[in-house]
Each structure stands twice: as C-alpha cells, then as structure tokens.
DNA sequence: ATGCAGGGTTGACGCAGCGTCAAGGTCAAG
DNA sequence: CTTGACCTTGACGCTGCGTCAACCCTGCAT
C-alpha cells in the first residue's frame, strides 16, 4: 500500500497533481487508512500511468477519461482531434513569431517598414526626434484607419520631402516643438505662410479634392484630435490658417 | 471624444479587453463624462493600436508596458527573449505532437510497440482479451518500474511463447478467468501443476536469480499486488504453488 | 410622457493545470 | 518529548479575457 507521495514518485507526477486528477474525477480516491491518508493499490500505479501519458502527450484533461475508456476506433478519432487542436496551436505560436520578427526591425512598432524609411527621411531633412515620433503615431493612427492602403501612399511622401518648402516647413515646426515658444511667437505666422501657400498650390492641382466616406471623416477627425493632444499650441496654427483662408488641419478645405 | 464601444471597435478589440487593459495599468484610465463614461481622446487610440500590436505578437501582457517605453537596445533585447520563449512553447507543443502520434497506433497506450506485438502473439496462442488485458496493465507497471528496459525483454517472452506448455497455462487461466470457477475448481490445481513444473525447469537452468535493487522489490511487490486486484483467486493459486514449494508470483523463489 | 432598445458601469465567476502557501493532524526516529 | 517529514483540506494565483448579473444613461419612436 504506497502514500500518495510514494504513487507520485513512483509515477513520475507531483502529489498536487495526484490530488488534482482526483479532484477531476480522473483517478478514482482510494481508501483512508485510520488516520485518513489515503493508500494506493497497484492499479492506482496504472491508472496514473495511463493519465499522465495522455496528458504528458498533450490530451486535455477533460477528454482524458473519455480516451481511457474509447475502444480502438473512438480512440484514434480522438487522437485526430486532439493533433489537429496541437496543430493550431504551433500555428498560432508560429504566427506570432512572424510578428515579433516583423517588430524586431526598427521604428516599425505597429507600421508597416514603408513607413519606418519615410520617418527615417524626415529625420535626414532636419525633422527633431519629437516631430518624428508625432508623425509616427499619426502613421500608426492612419494604418489602423485604411489598413493595407499605407504602403502605398509612402512613394508619394517621400517624393513631396524634395519639396523646399516642406523641408523648410519641417524644420520650423521642429524648433517650435522642441522650444516653449508661446502662441505669439513670430515663427508660428511664417509656419501659417508657408502652409498656406502649400494648400494653394496643391488646391491649384487638384490634389485636394477627395472623396470621403464616413469612416474617413472619423479618422480625419482622430488625426486632428491627436495633433492637438499631442501639441495644443497647434489651436494657434490654425486659428492663423483660418485669417488665411483655410480650415482643417490633417485635410485642409478652402473657407468661403 | 469616443466612447469604448467606439474605441474598441476602431483599434479591433472587444470592450472588454479595453477595460482588462486598464485594470492592468496598460492603458491610462480616461476621463469620464457627466454620467460617468469612459471617453477616449486620439492618443488612446494609438496606444490601444501599440498594446493590441504587441499582444497580438505573442507578448505576454505583464511585459507589454516595458516594451512601449523600452528604447531601441532593451526593445531588441526583449523581443529575443519573447520569441525564445515562444520557440520553448512550440518545441513543447512538437513533442506533444510526436507522442500522441505514437499512442494511435494500436494497444501501445503507455507501452512501447514491442509490447503491443507481444500481446498480439499472446492473443494468437490463444489467451482471452481479459487475460491479455491484466498483461497489459502489468507491463505498464513494469514499464514505469524499468523505463527503457523493457523493449529488449521481449523477444525473450516472445519465443517462451513457443513453450506448450506455456501455452496450455495462458489457456487454462483464460477459461478461469472468463469463467466464475470457485476455489476448489480442479483446473486450479492443474495450473499450479504447470506453474511448479515450469518453475523448476527454470531453476535447473539458472534463470532464476537475478540479482535485486530495493526499488525492484517494490517493483515486483506491486506487480503481485496488481495481480491480485485483478484477479482475487490468484492467493489461492498462491497457496497451492506454496504447496509445491514454491512461493511468490510474479518472481518465484524455492521454499526453504 | 413614456417605454424600449442599446449603450454604459462595476463586480465576480470561469477556464487549464496545477504551484504554492496556510493551518493544522500524524508518524517515525532520536 | 521534540523534531522533521508527510498527510489532510481549503483557498488564492497565474493568463487574457468571455460571460453573466444587476443596474444606470441616453436617444428615439410612440
């Protein structure tokens, strides 16, 4: 007659497991000596043996009675089931090492790499780290708006970075986020110059007239919403584009 | 402002991931409005864009808080300890796979093969499936008593099977076990017959001492012990080999 | 005004498979 | 008699939420 710690050893499985196949039903409890430990037989030995296989070759618990008492056929149905759920999973895992691969690169946290060399392009031009990581989350924001459909307007940004006027744009904006200018600093009145002047041009090519659905409005709004969460002395900028004849501030329109 | 239906279903999680994130301490708790809901600015939204990206990762939730504050190094560093962690994990799960793949073929529930066609053979001499079936949980004792020592004995049991007079014993003690024959059924005395006469056969030829570790005694202890749980009438069969001059069961020794 | 559907709130249990205290009672040896 | 090793039951912890429960808020149709 073994002690629960001696079935255990025996078996190859800790005593908290033992009490815990009895807590499920799997092990049946055996008898109490006088003093209420409880004594094992030789089949408590095989019956344990039995369990820990299943379990050790990765059958939940839940189904393991079953599968002790399936004949030849039940069993191997079982089995089926039992791999094809193990198959899942390594596919979730493998999966999931994708991702951190794709996370390992770089600026790419929850971005497509198109953008990580886009912000590493602003960067060259003069962008401050602060401006940068700004744009990132707005990237971030616009991935998660139009997903898929990021990749393909990076050509298009990089290219207008040849642009003089955003260079110097970018710059600017980056000495007044890294400083503590205040709402009537000079330079915000030549950041609003500038701006207009770009919203003129891209009005005169027609590159400011698109489509919108209703989602677009939402995330046109959020971009908005995080610019000025993210830099309230923003309100200023576009209370000085409105003198100027233009609303918005992620997606400009001409006033009235 | 959004509310965290609105929220969730912008960045693709349920609600109530958002609020477990919270309670986490992942994401910030918002401001709440005049009746007391949750409204979201822009910037939760990027945040909740990150964690579910990291998450969706495989990063364990407890170190998703580190990783959005880690710089470059510490970020790398940790996404190389995620993704050994989940190679660990799928190295598992592969094991799982390999083993449960062995248990579908056939009776090798815990057994290795050379066991399973050994009680095929025993099947074919013409033992019952109740008999096969105590030598199979006996082989399971022995196989968790003995890891790793028991392919090799087959083939010795294998050929001992071509011993008549073995035979004549596993169907004799088929017919008994199949049947309710009481203690005073002649075939009992036949079968010890039988058992005696081997025993001394395997004396003569040396077979019977092997040297024992105590682990072995308890071993064979248990092996005598499964027997006679499974079946009651082996103590009289005990007796009657004890008449004989022999004692013991699974390994017989001669009486002083 | 009212009622109802469809939000929102906190709180708490459930799952899988045990690990790990806690707070004792028991046993064998010195 | 003490001590240390084992035994008992009971209960929380871990992971990442899903899923009630019980109740409050809001906006729209009647």
Same mark, same amino acid.
């Given at each position: 007659?073994?002690?629960?710690?001696?079935?255990?050893?025996?078996?190859?499985?800790?005593?908290?497991?033992? *009490?815990?196949?009895?807590?499920?039903?799997?092990?049946?409890?055996?008898?109490?000596?006088?003093?209420?430990?409880?004594?094992?037989?030789?089949?408590?030995?095989?019956?344990?043996?039995?369990? *820990?296989?299943?379990?050790?070759?990765?059958?939940?618990?839940?189904?393991?009675?079953?599968?002790?008492?399936?004949?030849?056929?039940?069993?191997?149905?079982?089995?089926?089931?039992?791999?094809?759920?193990?198959?899942?999973?390594?596919?979730?895992?493998? #999966?999931?090492?994708?991702?951190?691969?794709?996370?390992?690169?770089?600026?790419?946290?929850?971005?497509?790499?198109?953008?990580?060399?886009?912000?590493?392009?602003?960067?060259?031009?003069?962008?401050?780290?602060?401006?940068?990581?700004?744009?990132?989350?707005?990237?971030?924001?616009?991935?998660?708006? &139009?997903?898929?459909?990021?990749?393909?307007?990076?050509?298009?940004?990089?290219?207008?970075?040849?642009?003089?006027?955003?260079?110097?744009?970018?710059?600017?904006?980056?000495?007044?986020?890294?400083?503590?200018?205040?709402?009537?600093?000079?330079?915000?009145?030549?950041?609003?110059?500038?701006?207009?002047?770009?919203?003129?041009?891209? #009005?005169?090519?027609?590159?400011?007239?698109?489509?919108?659905?209703?989602?677009?409005?939402?995330?046109? #709004?959020?971009?908005?919403?995080?610019?000025?969460?993210?830099?309230? *002395?923003?309100?200023?900028?576009?209370?000085?584009?409105?003198?100027?004849? &233009?609303?918005? &501030?992620?997606?400009?329109?001409?006033?009235?």
């Amino acid at each position: 007659m073994l002690t629960i710690s001696q079935l255990a050893a025996y078996t190859g499985v800790t005593v908290r497991a033992v *009490r815990h196949y009895h807590h499920m039903g799997l092990l049946p409890e055996p008898q109490r000596d006088a003093s209420g430990y409880r004594r094992y037989g030789a089949k408590a030995v095989v019956s344990l043996v039995k369990i *820990r296989t299943l379990a050790a070759a990765g059958v939940p618990l839940s189904q393991v009675a079953q599968m002790l008492e399936a004949d030849a056929a039940a069993f191997s149905e079982a089995v089926q089931r039992i791999d094809s759920q193990l198959r899942e999973e390594i596919e979730r895992l493998e #999966d999931s090492r994708k991702q951190i691969a794709q996370l390992a690169a770089g600026d790419n946290l929850a971005l497509p790499p198109e953008v990580a060399s886009y912000l590493d392009r602003l960067r060259q031009i003069g962008a401050s780290e602060r401006l940068v990581e700004a744009e990132r989350e707005g990237w971030i924001l616009a991935a998660a708006s &139009w997903p898929g459909h990021i990749a393909e307007m990076m050509p298009g940004k990089v290219e207008q970075l040849n642009n003089p006027q955003l260079v110097r744009l970018y710059r600017l904006a980056s000495q007044l986020i890294d400083s503590n200018a205040n709402d009537d600093d000079p330079r915000l009145e030549e950041l609003a110059d500038i701006m207009a002047s770009m919203a003129e041009q891209a #009005d005169a090519n027609g590159e400011m007239n698109i489509a919108t659905t209703a989602h677009d409005e939402l995330a046109f #709004d959020l971009l908005d919403a995080l610019a000025i969460e993210s830099e309230p *002395r923003i309100q200023r900028l576009q209370n000085l584009l409105r003198e100027r004849g &233009w609303a918005g &501030w992620t997606r400009q329109r001409r006033l009235a």
